[in-house]
């Protein structure tokens, strides 16, 4: 019997990894606070709570997502932007960026381990928060990050090394999306590289 064959126009989206309360890493866990204001127009904490991971790559990265936003700039009224972050992070459709708006992303990365050589179409702050990272690019350039260092990536392609044997390392990203960049003519998209377990991020 042949072998059934079909076609769509539609991207798969892979299963959301569930998610924990508790950090796959040894590292601290991490608490998010909210805030909005209540009738009289006083600020007050609208959620408190532990961060969330999903874990990634058999178990060699985790990542937690805070907070997003869904446009710019942000509709904060009525808590309007909290309502899209909770519906985009239930839709299991987050790619590593969110078209026309921001990701809050902390990463764990496992010891010794390398992320895939990746792009995203996005203006990324990254800062590491425990351990020592590398920085590669798909030039060869090789940079080191310690504690309280940034990285501002700017559609570049890059990868992730903890440097450690033994410890995990944590980074936290602040991801904006961006126009399409191009550079010597050709247009520099998005490229997951071979990053399993995530849907493209469509912009």
Not at 74 to 101: F, W, Y
Not at 186 to 194: A, R, S, V
């Amino acid at each position: 019997m042949a072998n059934k064959s079909t076609t769509s126009t539609e991207t798969a989206v892979p299963a959301t990894p569930a998610t924990s309360a508790q950090p796959l890493s040894n590292l601290p866990q991490l608490t998010r606070i909210v805030t909005g204001h209540n009738s009289e127009g006083k600020a007050i904490v609208h959620t408190h709570g532990p961060f969330t991971w999903a874990p990634y790559d058999d178990n060699n990265l985790a990542f937690s997502v805070p907070f997003t936003t869904s446009t710019f700039p942000p509709d904060l009224n009525d808590d309007a932007d909290i309502a899209e972050h909770e519906q985009l992070m239930t839709s299991g459709k987050l790619g590593l960026v969110n078209p026309r708006g921001t990701v809050l992303r902390c990463v764990d990365f496992a010891p010794g381990y390398s992320c895939a050589m990746h792009r995203t179409q996005s203006l990324d702050y990254g800062i590491v928060l425990e351990g020592d990272i590398d920085m590669v690019l798909d030039s060869g350039e090789r940079h080191s990050l310690k504690r309280g260092d940034v990285a501002v990536q700017r559609a570049t392609q890059h990868q992730w090394v903890n440097r450690s044997q033994t410890n995990w390392a944590r980074m936290i990203f602040v991801l904006q999306d961006c126009r399409p960049l191009v550079v010597a003519g050709k247009e520099m998209g998005e490229d997951l590289g071979e990053t399993g377990g995530l849907p493209p991020s469509g912009n």
